[in-house]
């Protein structure tokens, strides 16, 4: 949650920062600001309410000179969303600034001590108290910024990235990270530095990117080399990544939202996930985590998936492939309850993470608690370098390219297929899956992003249908097998963005409460799709029609029987029964996002929601 950005070199800073911001609005749009180191040597700060935009309003007519700069998007925690408790925050003296993201757990406690010792706090944030304990070490102890920085990030219990700057030094900036993340960018000669919370500010400025590891400090000084210690003040070895990132995909392509910008996606972005690992030539699927790691996963006793959210759902889908597939059983949990629900885990289980960001604080903290544990680690993450990324003992990456909006589509569908891959290479390692099977879902699996395309392109007629639905309170959508997660996905989708209540389920579990709920007035959508529960979907279909329940179904193509019971249908194209979901679900997308635009809603920044989820 929050986005960071900061600048220092010998380029105008603000553009840089407000370039940034915009780039990481989707981690949080509560409030704006930002904090600059003007030509004069006076340090201006300027906040918003609300979006970038109206921080840029708010700074119209300021001075906004100066070479170094920090600047926050927020996702608010301690605080309503207000000015106040806008980043940057101003420490006592006036001399120092910071932006934070995370949550400082024992903020409470130390308000209390800096409170006796004189200080007061314009915000209610966590973030501000931080910064007056660095400014009131400082002065206590007579130490430099850095000193100061890392004595006072060692007394706080929680997660934090921050930035900082000293009006009294306009050539350095300080950033600091635990559990949070934050990226270095390296400018030509070290002339010039970028910080951020991710990669997506820094693309286009340079491709050399530093990753900071929890409790180091990296001192960003132009014109001298990037300087990182941990906080006992122990020199780090510093390695710059290549960085890369398609800039292109940061923007919208002429789309009116990302959200449909990445749902059109998702047949070029399963095409890159695909590629290099579907040998067509062969009939091989070939993923390095399976060759590098082939006995520990062979041979594991058990699968434990953690996850949240979307991720939490195709982590649902997997645990049905990998048992069918591999015969090994699997486990999902969320990644929010695991840690603290005293797991049985150990060696010979193998922990999977999957997170579209990679920085999920629950999920990160699920897997650290795993390893300690000796469970061997899997990452499934779409952003390289992550921190779930650097902490996993293997992995694969689903490489569907940035995702900006808050509701998950094309991760969604990436991580459904890695785990198909990954089902079918590893049941093919272990002899669990016949060769005429594995070899027609192979074939099917090449043809599978043409078919998303022939359902994007009912995207006009969904949208026609979704104004029938504007005006649904509730909406029940149920599918069985594989569709049941996609259904529980469907759900999801509709809540975040258009804030109609939706409920998914077991469809067979429908006759054990929900059914209740079923009147005249109560949308019904069901993954009717053809599968081996074919037929009992069918009766699950015709409980809510004689109750006169608006059933919405989701059929395959040419299908008859469905038809016959309802009056509203979208198709998708025929494939395997354990391929479906990366077909179903694309329908139950559009559907979310052309009632959350009839209603006049911001799909892409949805209220409440922010993107990366790094705080617990």
Same mark, same amino acid.
């Given at each position: ?19 940034? @911001?915009?780039? @990481? ?38 001075? #906004? &000179? ?149 409790? *180091? ?74 060759? *590098? ?27 049905? @492939? ?69 902490? &996993? ?60 395309? &022939? ?17 649904? #309170? ?82 395959? *193509? ?48 949805? #209220?409440?929601?922010?993107? &990366?989820?790094?705080?617990?």
């Amino acid at each position: 949650m929050c986005g960071i950005v900061g600048y220092v070199g010998c380029r105008d800073a603000y553009p840089i920062l407000i370039k940034g @911001l915009h780039r @990481l609005e989707y981690r949080g749009y509560d409030s704006a600001g930002v904090a600059l180191v003007g030509e004069n040597g006076i340090l201006n700060i300027y906040k918003a309410v609300g979006k970038v935009s109206n921080l840029e309003d708010a700074a119209q007519g300021g001075d #906004r &000179s100066g070479n170094i700069g920090i600047a926050h998007t927020r996702w608010a925690t301690h605080g309503a969303p207000c000015e106040r408790n806008a980043h940057p925050h101003l420490s006592q003296s006036g001399k120092l600034t910071m932006v934070h993201n995370g949550i400082i757990e024992n903020a409470g406690d130390i308000r209390k001590q800096l409170l006796k010792k004189g200080f007061t706090f314009k915000s209610d944030t966590d973030s501000e108290v931080l910064l007056q304990l660095i400014e009131y070490t400082r002065n206590k102890y007579e130490a430099d910024l850095a000193t100061a920085i890392r004595s006072s990030l060692k007394k706080v219990v929680g997660a934090y990235a921050i930035a900082v700057l000293d009006s009294d030094s306009p050539d350095t900036l300080f950033a600091a990270r635990k559990s949070s993340p934050l990226a270095v960018g390296i400018g030509e000669g070290n002339s010039e530095f970028f910080i951020a919370s991710d990669a997506s500010p820094i693309a286009g400025y340079t491709n050399k990117i530093v990753y900071i590891n929890d409790e *180091e400090l990296a001192i960003c000084k132009a014109g001298e080399d990037l300087c990182v210690t941990t906080l006992d003040d122990e020199s780090v070895s510093v390695r710059a990544k290549e960085l890369d990132l398609d800039v292109s995909m940061l923007d919208k392509g002429g789309f009116p939202h990302y959200m449909l910008k990445e749902i059109f996606e998702q047949p070029e972005v399963l095409r890159n996930c695909m590629r290099g690992r579907l040998l067509s030539a062969h009939r091989r699927i070939i993923l390095s985590a399976v060759t *590098e790691h082939r006995e520990e996963l062979l041979g594991a006793r058990r699968f434990i998936m953690v996850s949240c959210g979307t991720s939490w759902h195709a982590a649902l889908i997997g645990k049905q @492939l990998i048992e069918q597939f591999c015969r090994i059983p699997v486990e999902v949990a969320y990644a929010s309850e695991f840690r603290y629900s005293n797991p049985v885990v150990g060696p010979g289980d193998v922990v999977f993470a999957i997170s579209q960001s990679g920085e999920t604080a629950d999920t990160l903290s699920a897997i650290q608690l795993a390893k300690e544990k000796g469970a061997l680690i899997f990452g499934i993450v779409n952003a390289v370098g992550s921190s779930i990324a650097r902490e &996993s003992d293997t992995g694969t990456y689903i490489h569907v390219g940035p995702e900006i909006g808050v509701a998950s589509t094309k991760a969604f569908t990436g991580q459904t297929m890695v785990f198909t891959l990954l089902a079918l290479a590893i049941a093919r390692e272990k002899g669990s899956i016949a060769e005429d099977e594995f070899n027609e879902i192979f074939d099917e699996l090449e043809l599978i992003p043409g078919k998303i395309e &022939s359902i994007l392109a009912q995207s006009d007629a969904i949208r026609e249908l979704a104004q029938k639905y504007v005006g649904s #309170r509730n909406f029940l959508y149920l599918g069985r097998g594989l569709n049941y997660p996609v259904a529980l996905e469907g759900a999801l989708k509709l809540k975040e963005i258009s804030y109609i209540h939706a409920e998914g389920y077991p469809a067979a579990e429908m006759k054990h409460g929900p059914i209740a709920l079923v009147d005249e007035d109560m949308p019904v959508v069901f993954l009717a799709t053809h599968h081996n529960l074919y037929e009992k979907i069918l009766s699950n279909m015709q409980e809510v029609v004689a109750r006169k329940g608006k059933v919405l179904a989701i059929v395959t *193509e040419g299908d008859v029987p469905v038809r016959g019971l309802v009056d509203r249908v979208i198709e998708v194209p025929k494939t395997l029964g354990c391929l479906c979901p990366l077909l179903s679900v694309v329908p139950l997308q559009l559907l979310a996002y052309h009632i959350a635009v009839a209603k006049g809603l911001d799909v892409d920044q949805p #209220r409440n929601l922010a993107k &990366s989820v790094t705080v617990e």
